[in-house]
């Protein structure tokens, strides 16, 4: 059965380690962050973006896609279904649709409709009992069309957020979705020990953690991150895997054509990928 994050998260900040947010786009995705969970007796929430969701055919569809592997595979740890970056209107519709946790993303507004609909969104999705993250300072780089400049968030507006009532919150601290350029000036603790300073025990999430070295995720953690979200970093390595299998003329040899086999070296890596993360961020054992 799917949970809010709430939880979690809470007891994520209180041990000094963080749940990995996976991004999900198909059913090959899905398993294998499902089943890495399990194998290591992981936390886990799984992110959908408002286009990803259009691509595995609706949000109808990826609540039904997740249910049915988590009682199929015999999935006991806890499992969130998170909208990742929603806009109002998107957050309505997985409340609606049956996820468990949703990301309202009103950094690209003024601080003061930020607030009202971020308000407003807290009482839905509560009153559903899903969990909600909301943004203060766009993270940079591009993510399915939503482009974002790499702000540092404002530590006050950060409070101002934190204090509606919402579960866990995204600050941008210099992070960016994607790959990072050669030039990247590196996370800005100053910002985060602000921003935790001010928020206290509030979850902080880091976004756009492909590529970010083990050693500043380590101590984002240290200064009260307890989520972070992992998506382009399993596109690569599915991609590589996935290339590597054809490169070789594996799908010319017998029946390797077969999508099950062509698939499988990609879902493969993303697992690896996965525990490599949960490894790093401590989430291990933490079911
Ligand atoms: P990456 O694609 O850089 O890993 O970022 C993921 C993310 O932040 C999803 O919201």
């Known amino acids: 059965m799917l949970v809010s994050a709430t939880e979690m998260l809470k007891k994520a900040k209180a041990g000094h380690y963080a749940v990995g947010q996976f991004n999900i786009n198909n059913l090959e995705w899905t398993k294998s962050i499902l089943l890495t969970a399990q194998e290591l007796n992981s936390p886990v929430i799984l992110g959908v973006s408002e286009g990803a969701g259009k691509y595995m055919g609706g949000y109808h569809a990826v609540v039904g896609m997740v249910n049915g592997l988590l009682q199929d595979l015999n999935i006991t740890v806890p499992v969130a279904l998170h909208l990742d970056h929603g806009?109002?209107?998107g957050c309505y519709k997985c409340i609606e649709a049956g996820f468990s946790s949703i990301m309202f993303d009103g950094s690209h507004y003024a601080i003061d409709e930020n607030v009202a609909k971020t308000t407003e969104l807290v009482k839905a999705a509560h009153?559903?009992?899903l969990s909600i993250e909301a943004e203060v300072g766009s993270i940079g780089g591009e993510e399915d069309g939503v482009v974002g400049m790499g702000e540092c968030a404002?530590?006050?507006?950060?409070?101002?957020?934190?204090d509606l009532g919402i579960d866990f919150l995204a600050a941008g601290i210099g992070?960016?979705?994607g790959k990072y350029p050669e030039n990247w000036q590196g996370l800005s603790f100053e910002t985060l020990d602000a921003v935790q300073q001010k928020t206290g025990d509030m979850p902080l999430v880091l976004h756009g953690g492909?590529?970010?070295p083990a050693d500043m995720i380590k101590k984002a953690i240290n200064l009260g991150v307890a989520k972070i979200n992992v998506n382009t970093e399993c596109q690569l390595a599915?991609?590589?895997?996935t290339r590597k299998y054809v490169e070789e003329g594996k799908?010319?040899?017998g029946k390797g054509f077969d999508p099950r086999k062509l698939l499988?070296?990609?879902a493969e890596a993303i697992k690896a990928t996965v525990k490599e993360k949960m490894e790093l961020f401590g989430s291990v054992g933490q079911a």
């Open 87 to 89: 806009s109002f209107e």
């Open 127 to 129: 009153d559903k009992g």
């Open 154 to 162: 404002d530590p006050d507006e950060c409070k101002a957020i934190a």
């Open 175 to 177: 992070n960016i979705h």
């Open 210 to 212: 492909t590529g970010i």
């Open 238 to 241: 599915f991609a590589a895997a």
């Open 251 to 253: 799908d010319l040899q």
């Open 264 to 266: 499988a070296p990609g």
